[in-house]
């Protein structure tokens, strides 16, 4: 499958906290880095995520936000 985004990160799944809608979906990246993602309960189960699944984040957004700490 091909996508436009362009922020492709491969990586393992490390943890999932299901909720009743909802889950927090926990990927573990090259150097260790994770992101998380929330997604519905419906998409793990059409998925078939659990930890250990290798997957991929895809980031597609219109704003990046910096910070700094003063």
Do not use: F, Y
């Not at 998380?36 to 704003?63: F, Q």
């Amino acid at each position: 499958m091909q996508l436009s985004a362009r922020n492709q990160l491969p990586g393992t799944i490390v943890r999932i906290k299901k909720g009743v809608v909802t889950a927090e979906v926990i990927v573990r990246i090259a150097g260790g880095q994770e992101i998380a993602s929330v997604i519905t309960m419906s998409s793990v189960k059409t998925l078939g995520l659990k930890k250990g699944s290798k997957v991929t984040a895809v980031i597609k957004s219109t704003e990046v936000m910096i910070g700094i700490d003063h």
